[in-house]
T-cell receptor
């Protein structure tokens, strides 16, 4: 039973399209995150939600819009996709800030913009 | 402005020996530190953490050491096993910031 599940696992799309990535966690965690792993392998935080409320919004283009319908779900919608958006996107969750047990990550969504 | 650096992109060790992975950070305000392991096509998996009030935390074969004055942490794996071959990320965090900042990873290869 997957703890943090992301769909789709792979996404290939053309420039200018709009796409969404879904994330669900069944751990009862109250905090969820989106991280982006670029070609240099850095994991950079994009957004963080706590109990459906936006807590962290890093310097991310407005084309990226997270939505949290409830504390078990955090979806990521991307408008007008650009080549530079190609990356692996990871969803994660934690109890509180994850001090003692860290984050639980999904397996990632590899987005390729052509 | 890279706040966390893992200066060794890769490390190769023999099975049974010790693996030492290193991580340096710049901001003395970070108050907890974590290590994650990542296999290909999977998300990172939490391994072990340490608070800034400690200098060592041990969990089985994994031990994390924190040197606050040097702003340096390390992960020791002993004995190393082939299944430990993965990318290891250190992460640093500040309670007030509510997020973890990750290093760029070190690829560990444990040879049988």
């Amino acid at each position: 039973d997957t703890a943090v599940s992301q769909t789709p696992k792979y996404l290939v799309t053309q420039m200018g399209n709009d796409k969404s990535i879904k994330c669900e966690q069944n751990l009862g965690h109250d905090t969820m995150y989106w991280y982006k792993q670029d070609s240099k392998k850095f994991l950079k935080i994009m957004f963080s939600y706590n109990n459906k409320e936006l807590i962290i919004n890093e310097t991310v283009p407005n084309r990226f819009s997270p939505k949290s319908p409830d504390k078990a779900h955090l979806n990521l919608h991307i408008n007008s996709l650009e080549l530079g958006d190609s990356a692996v996107y990871f969803c994660a969750s934690s109890r509180g800030q994850g001090r003692n047990y860290g984050y639980t990550f999904g397996s990632g969504t590899r987005l390729t913009v052509v | 402005d890279q706040q966390v650096k893992q200066n060794s992109p890769s490390l190769s060790v023999q099975e049974g020996r010790i693996s030492i992975l290193n991580c340096d950070y710049t901001n003395s305000m970070f108050d907890y530190f974590l290590w994650y392991k990542k296999y290909p096509a999977e998300g990172p998996t939490f391994l072990i953490s340490i608070s800034s009030i400690k200098d060592k935390n041990e969990d089985g074969r994994f031990t994390v050491f924190l040197n606050k004055s040097a702003k340096h942490l390390s992960l020791h794996i002993v004995p190393s096993q082939p299944g430990d071959s993965a990318v290891y990320f250190c992460a640093v965090a500040n309670t007030n910031a509510g997020k973890s900042t990750f290093g760029d990873g070190t690829t560990l290869t444990v040879k049988p």
